[in-house]
């Protein structure tokens, strides 16, 4: 038996005007539905802890492999003679030209004593022109 079912049972008992024990019977319904709303909020709190606890499981999972996939395809990026030039994983560890306008590869051409290098996704860019070859420009490139 709760204390509000004592409440109600000894209210029955004292001798008191009907107004004021209907007054009192409204604020006993009133706390118990309090009460029955305080237990359903607490039961919905508790889920939502456990929905945050795993989700910011997932999140720090997520973090850690992202890191771990940065580290794995980090390259050293270098801009020379308005080529840019990268040097990672994806490049065997060789230094290789890249478009500085949209980052994909580059690709050079040796024509008629010069070396030129464009763009190879079609992007636009039209990079340089030099009568040194390919090996000999990435061999000016300068170190970090």
């Given at each position: 038996m709760?204390?509000?079912?004592?409440?109600?049972?000894?209210?029955?008992?004292?001798?008191?005007?009907?107004?004021?024990?209907?007054?009192?019977?409204?604020?006993?319904?009133q706390?118990?539905?309090?009460?029955?709303?305080i237990?359903?909020?607490?039961?919905?709190?508790?889920?939502?802890?456990?929905?945050?606890?795993?989700?910011?499981?997932d999140?720090?999972?997520?973090?850690?492999?992202?890191r771990?996939?940065?580290a794995?395809?980090?390259?050293?990026?270098?801009i020379?003679?308005t080529?840019?030039?990268?040097?990672?994983?994806?490049?065997?560890?060789?230094?290789?030209?890249?478009?500085?306008?949209?980052?994909?590869?580059a690709?050079?051409?040796?024509?008629?004593?010069?070396?030129?290098?464009?763009?190879?996704?079609?992007c636009?860019?039209?990079?340089?022109?030099?009568?040194l070859?390919?090996?000999a420009?990435?061999?000016?490139?300068?170190?970090?």
């Amino acid at each position: 038996m709760s204390l509000i079912d004592v409440a109600r049972d000894t209210l029955k008992e004292i001798p008191m005007a009907d107004i004021l024990r209907e007054r009192l019977s409204l604020a006993l319904d009133q706390s118990a539905a309090f009460e029955r709303q305080i237990a359903v909020l607490q039961k919905e709190n508790g889920k939502l802890q456990a929905q945050l606890e795993v989700v910011t499981l997932d999140c720090n999972k997520a973090k850690q492999e992202l890191r771990r996939l940065e580290a794995e395809h980090a390259e050293e990026v270098r801009i020379f003679n308005t080529i840019e030039f990268r040097r990672g994983k994806r490049t065997n560890g060789q230094w290789l030209p890249f478009c500085p306008k949209c980052h994909m590869p580059a690709s050079d051409i040796f024509h008629r004593g010069e070396t030129n290098i464009n763009c190879s996704a079609g992007c636009g860019w039209f990079g340089y022109q030099s009568e040194l070859s390919l090996a000999a420009i990435i061999g000016h490139i300068p170190a970090a």
